[in-house]
Nanobody
Framework: QVHVVESGGGLVQPGGSLRLSCFASGSVFSTYVMAWHRQAAGNQRELVAT???????YYADSVKGRFTISRDNAKNTVYLQMNSLKPEDTSVYYC?????????WGKGTLVTVSS
């Protein structure tokens, strides 16, 4: 029912910045709880950040102070601004949508942090 598409991944040097975008279809986007997860090779998927319909946010300790999640309801889009990137941030980043207890996932976008 909800189609999710991420974009913005790529190669960046340590200390650099990148902004990921996630578009989610639907006429009631403003009610969705949105989140970013990531999964590095050989690791389990972990929660990075969430944002509620009223703008409340949560961040994993590993990214707090460096990453910022935001949403633009007029564009049905959620963003993840990533600053001061570290090699350990290298992962496939997935956008997650939760509505009425149902979760929807994008295909992911690869972020590589390397010199």
């Amino acid at each position: 029912q909800v189609h999710v598409v991420e974009s913005g991944g790529g190669l960046v040097q340590p200390g650099g910045s990148l902004r990921l975008s996630c578009f989610a279809s639907g006429s009631v986007f403003s009610t969705y709880v949105m989140a970013w997860h990531r999964q590095a090779a050989g690791n389990q998927r972990e929660l990075v950040a969430t944002i509620t319909s009223v703008g409340s946010t949560y961040y994993a300790d590993s990214v707090k102070g460096r990453f910022t999640i935001s949403r633009d309801n007029a564009k049905n889009t959620v963003y993840l601004q990533m600053n001061s990137l570290k090699p350990e941030d290298t992962s496939v980043y997935y956008c997650n949508v939760r509505v009425s207890g149902v979760e929807y996932w994008g295909k992911g976008t690869l972020v590589t942090v390397s010199s």
